[in-house]
């Protein structure tokens, strides 16, 4: 079946370093694929997406590119800040209109001052 | 402000002692779902609602049920709670399930069965 494969955490970086959290992904066909963040204490937020291959969604500093050939989702930053702090979800939605959307685990960063 | 309102947001309770989380939007949105979150496993669906008295089961229902009978409104209810249902919970909608619509999710309802 359809499955998300993030990487684990936690990561652990300082302020303005470079960021990359690896997504990959198993589907059939062209699956939507999703970035959610959570900050402490709070719900799930949208922070980019890409409906289909090539596509670059990008909000925040935040970007991540749809690479069907890798079936990659990898979310960057240039210069993470402390407020970046969150956990991150990557999420595929099928392309099946009966399909639900899959996370992933999430991926704990911790920015350093 | 489009949001998706759940109460309450912290709940300690009992085992066996019914419960309900309520979950609106304000979105005219109709599909809403609900997921609980555990260290380790990510979000797990529970159940979805696609419209009004339409819902199905999610990965992990066991132990749970829903209504929808107004389009706003999808409440979780929990019959006879038991510990392992200790959990974050969180509601979502979107639009449609269409793949290329956006989940707006709840803030959350943390709750503890002893």
């Known amino acids: 079946g359809d499955s998300v494969t993030q990487m684990e955490g936690p990561v652990t970086l300082s302020e303005e370093a470079f960021l990359t959290i690896n997504c990959t992904y198993t589907a059939t066909g062209y699956p939507s694929l999703f970035w959610y963040v959570q900050y402490p204490g709070e719900g799930l937020q949208l922070l980019l997406k890409a409906t289909k291959a090539d596509d670059k969604g990008s909000n925040k500093g935040f970007e991540a590119t749809y690479r069907k050939e890798t079936t990659s989702f990898h979310l960057e930053k240039g210069s993470v800040q402390v407020s970046d702090s969150a956990v991150y979800f990557c999420a595929l939605w099928p392309m099946n209109r009966d399909d639900k959307i899959i996370f992933g685990k999430g991926t704990r960063l911790h920015i350093l001052p | 402000e489009a949001q998706v309102t759940q109460n309450p947001r912290y709940l300690i309770t009992v085992t066996g002692k019914k419960l309900t989380v309520t979950c609106s939007q304000n979105m005219n949105h109709e599909y809403m779902s609900w997921y609980r979150q555990d260290p380790g496993l990510g979000l797990r669906q529970i159940y979805y609602?696609?419209?009004?008295?339409?819902?199905d089961k999610g990965d992990v229902p066991e132990g749970y049920k829903v209504s929808r009978k107004e389009k706003r409104n999808f409440p979780l209810i929990l019959e006879s709670p038991s510990p392992n249902q200790t959990s974050l919970y969180f509601c979502?909608?979107?639009?449609?399930?269409?793949?290329?619509?956006?989940?707006?999710f709840g803030p959350g309802t943390r709750l503890t069965v002893l």
């Open positions: 609602s696609m419209n009004v008295e339409v819902t």
């Open positions: 979502a909608s979107s639009l449609t399930r269409t793949s290329t619509d956006t989940q707006y």
